[in-house]
């Protein structure tokens, strides 16, 4: 046998070639090269401590800093001394906000090579960064005691000093560096961008300015006061510095890319968009800069194009997570959700752990029903997360949406903690107790955000939502018309402010139309630009195909009441599309889905793409089922999307909109035809109630009215706390006055919040009441037992001027009569509606004093009381409120009556 012989060692300097042409590579930004040949140097030399160390680099530079942190303990398991190793691990551990454990590993660096200024200057900044003001003390007078001139370490020194109260030594230090710094140009500027890195903005624009005083053209002075500039909010000051920079160096690639951040900022998307172009002009093989352009066409909603860039920068290098996650964003802006799970999948792989692409994921498996894989992830996010105020903040988000609001609590408050300067998690901390019905509380996460921000959209609607449900609505409204003066396109601002005016008694309903109408002024397109449907189909009695658009087919009342229409349409007749605009589904959502012979996701799509798609939809009757309730879409009906457009069940009111054609409603909350001229819209009467309702499967039996055996009368009000005026508790305490020893039980969601319920007592004494007299209850476990608490009451008794609608259903349902005080508009006059249908319009009253003495002569004949309570139900359940069939024909009627008179109009 032949024994071949070897060169000693070849698998060592193969390793040593390999790490070589790596090293090429990655110095000239071949990142996928290089880290295919540092990974084959660690395959043939596992011992070679370079290979895996630049195979961290390589990590590192993509943006994966977990995969990076753990090809750099490779190496320094190999070579434990090198500091070079342990500086590299000490960014990783800082990018990913384990500051403690950076702070060691860079001692344990400088402890091995003290001679490097630079990594000094790295722990006296971390150590600041985190409170540590006498180590980084130490830190500073180690780099001054190497480097005398080293302006940025006197700097830093004297900042510390005079945070720790040492104000003359920090003075000296700080005269020291600004005597370096005016001596030479190079050393002011290198003062400024580090003082800008570390937001001191105020210095570092002074010291720019310094710089532009000697030389007006510093073409790096410009471009990074202008990005400055541009996070000072001054965008005027930052585009003219911006534009005199690519003025005066047309081929400056940076002045360039920061006047496209600018100009992004301020709206001018068409110019970033050029402006991203003319510096790939200049440097076409920029990953970084392909992606900004991609961001940036995908502002412009050119995504298909961003799409398209954003390919060719995964072409340039595979294994980078950024384009990845960019191009999820894309596609899940796009509603592309499958498509965008995938991508952020491949984010996370390439980063070799990201948070950033799992909450992104996770997001989009929420949005996609599948929350067995979302609770996966989640379990994911919560291990790679960093200490920082963003990933805080985003698993909060994602812990609010999968409904675990403890835990979501939790994380935005320690967001708040980590970051105290901004405004975002208390944001979000306002939103989440606003859903949690901690309306106090939430007002305070509101307030504190706008202490923070006072211009923040976002926090005065929240303000603005607290106020409202703790009923302090003139409040409420000022804050919302601030928020629609600051934002006149927030379409969702506007339609709050409309919905609150509705709880007002002092607005007559032709004042509601002139608020409602400046709506139409703001969103609908000019004359002329409107969609014609000239070609379409106009036989009058061909299959129709009818679109619905809600943000609340989920547990929420408008699905409660839309659902027997869904299950007794004809099929025969109609084409039924369900438009789903809300992130959150649950078993509501899914059984709604079965339903609809088409489902569209349309709530993370821009007006845009939910017009584009409703169009291509063909339909011909579009139904708005919200009005201007949260999460609408008006300001799509506003361009018209379907041939015929109406609105109907979610808001007690006209949507202002010329282009919504009709409003269904009925005879008694719309009575013919003193009401007609309250609306934009035609109206379209059914026959009986404009709604129907289904009680619940599971419902209680009637019991006996309570006041037989507890010698008590007791008046109860379910209804939304914010539909309690101030007028309604003292005609309540009215008739209190007059029914001796009566009370007044109040039941509501806001009433869970003990503020809420001081607040609420208090408004009853200031009324008049005795506190003794007033029953406070908040939500209970389940809907039986709700519905249970009416078994507690004799006499139910309805708001003014906002009726309730599903609490006069559930009363009537219970067998509890019901008073309530008719009105001029839709919303005073739900309640005349519903008595109508069962025929109890004997407890329909049209003045404060016919409301108070319906409710006394209720009360002072208990056998009158007893027989409506045993006969109600039975009324109920032979009226047309509950005939499913019936209501479903009445519908099918209206949208074959509103279609022909768009084919032959009268």
């Not at 003075?171 to 400024?192: I, N, P």
């Not at 609608?805 to 005349?832: D, N, Q």
């Amino acid at each position: 046998m032949f024994k071949w012989l070897k060169r000693k060692d070849a698998s060592a300097e193969d390793g040593r070639a390999l790490v070589k042409s790596g090293y090429e590579r990655f110095q000239n930004d071949d990142l996928d090269g290089a880290a295919d040949d540092f990974s084959a140097a660690c395959s043939v030399d596992p011992g070679n401590a370079d290979a895996h160390y630049l195979l961290g680099l390589v990590a590192l530079r993509r943006g994966a800093p977990l995969d990076g942190l753990r090809h750099v303990d490779a190496a320094i398991a190999l070579q434990p001394d090198n500091a070079f190793f342990l500086y590299s691990r000490a960014d990783a551990l800082k990018v990913l906000g384990k500051t403690s454990e950076a702070i060691d590993c860079l001692r344990r660096a400088l402890v091995l090579d003290p001679s490097d200024v630079k990594w000094w200057l790295e722990l006296g900044s971390m150590l600041a960064d985190a409170g540590r003001d006498d180590e980084a003390l130490d830190a500073w007078r180690e780099v001054v005691a190497r480097d005398g001139s080293n302006v940025v370490a006197l700097w830093e020194f004297g900042r510390t000093l005079k945070r720790v109260g040492r104000d003359d030594e920090s003075a000296e230090a700080h005269a020291r560096a600004e005597r370096l710094a005016s001596a030479s140009t190079d050393a002011t500027f290198d003062l400024a961008l580090h003082v800008q890195s570390r937001s001191q903005h105020e210095e570092a624009a002074r010291l720019y300015g310094t710089i532009l005083e000697a030389d007006p053209v510093h073409r790096a002075a410009l471009a990074n006061l202008g990005a400055l500039e541009t996070a000072r909010g001054d965008h005027a000051r930052a585009l003219e510095l911006l534009e005199r920079a690519v003025g005066t160096y047309p081929d400056y690639v940076e002045g360039w890319i920061n006047l496209a951040t600018a100009l992004r900022l301020v709206g001018r998307l068409d110019e970033a968009r050029d402006a991203h172009l003319r510096a790939l002009e200049i440097t076409p093989a920029s990953r970084e800069l392909k992606m900004e352009y991609a961001t940036t066409l995908d502002l412009i909603g050119e995504r298909a194009q961003a799409e398209a860039v954003l390919h060719e920068v995964i072409a340039m290098e595979p294994g980078a997570s950024r384009p990845h996650y960019l191009l999820g964003q894309v596609l899940h802006a796009q509603g592309h959700f499958d498509e965008a799970e995938l991508e952020f999948r491949r984010a996370h792989e390439c980063a070799g752990g990201s948070s950033e692409a799992l909450i992104d994921l996770l997001m989009v498996q929420i949005k996609l029903g599948r929350l067995r894989e979302a609770a996966v992830v989640l379990d994911e996010v919560r291990k790679l997360m960093p200490e920082t105020a963003l990933a805080y903040n985003n698993i909060g988000i994602a812990l609010q949406t999968l409904k675990r609001p403890d835990e979501a609590e939790a994380a935005l408050r320690r967001a708040a903690e980590i970051d105290p300067l901004t405004p975002v998690p208390h944001v979000n901390l306002a939103n989440l107790l606003n859903l949690a019905n901690r309306y106090t509380e939430s007002e305070s996460a509101a307030r504190q955000a706008l202490e923070r921000d006072p211009s923040n959209a976002d926090a005065l609607g929240n303000l603005s939502v607290s106020l409202s449900a703790q009923g302090r609505h003139a409040e409420s409204i000022e804050v919302m018309r601030r928020i629609v003066a600051m934002q006149p396109d927030n379409g969702q601002a506007w339609s709050n402010l409309l919905f609150t005016l509705n709880y007002r008694e002092d607005l007559g309903p032709l004042e509601l139309l002139d608020e409602h109408r400046a709506f139409d002024g703001q969103f609908a397109p000019p004359p002329g630009e409107e969609r014609s449907f000239e070609a379409w189909d106009r036989r009058p009695d061909r299959k129709l195909r009818i679109g619905y658009v809600s943000p609340d087919f989920r547990q929420h009342v408008v699905a409660f009441f839309f659902e027997p229409l869904l299950d007794h349409h004809d099929r025969d007749a109609f084409e039924v599309f369900c438009y789903y605009n809300h992130a959150v589904a649950d078993s509501t959502t899914g059984r709604l889905k079965q339903k609809a012979d088409y489902w569209r996701d349309i709530a993370a799509l821009s007006d845009d793409e939910v017009e584009r798609i409703m169009r291509e939809d063909r339909l011909d009757i579009a139904v708005d089922l919200a009005g201007h309730t949260a999460k609408n879409r008006l300001t799509v009906f506003a361009r018209r999307v379907a041939p015929v457009q109406a609105t109907w069940l979610g808001y007690p009111n006209g949507t202002g909109l010329r282009n919504v054609d009709w409003r269904i409603t009925d005879a008694h909350a719309d009575p013919s035809p003193e009401t007609d001229a309250h609306y934009v819209e035609r109206l379209w009467r059914v026959p009986d109630a404009f709604l129907v309702y289904r009680p619940a499967a599971d419902s209680p039996e009637v019991v006996p009215t309570p006041c037989l055996s507890t010698g008590q009368v007791t008046f109860g009000a379910f209804n939304n706390y914010v539909k309690v005026t101030d007028e309604m508790l003292a005609v309540w305490v009215r008739i209190l006055e007059a029914v001796p020893g009566s009370r007044l039980l109040v039941k509501t969601l806001a009433l869970a919040d003990e503020q809420v319920r001081d607040l609420a007592t208090e408004r009853f004494v200031a009324a008049g009441g005795d506190p003794k007299r007033l029953v406070l209850l908040g939500p209970t476990k389940t809907f039986r037992d709700h519905l249970a608490t009416y078994g507690q009451v004799d006499v139910a008794l309805d708001t003014y001027p906002y009726h309730g609608t599903t609490t006069t259903c559930e009363a009537l349902w219970m067998g509890v009569p019901v008073v309530t005080l008719a009105g001029r508009h839709h919303a005073a006059r739900v309640g005349v509606s519903l008595l109508a249908a069962v025929g109890l319009q004997e407890n329909v009253v049209h003045s404060t004093a016919e409301y108070v003495d319906r409710a006394v002569q209720l009360a002072a004949d208990p056998v009158r009381l007893q027989a409506l309570r045993t006969t109600i139900r039975s009324r109920v359940e032979g009226s047309p409120l509950v005939d499913e069939r019936r209501f479903a024909a009445a519908m099918k009627d209206a949208y074959r009556g509103m279609w022909r008179e768009w084919v032959q109009p009268r």
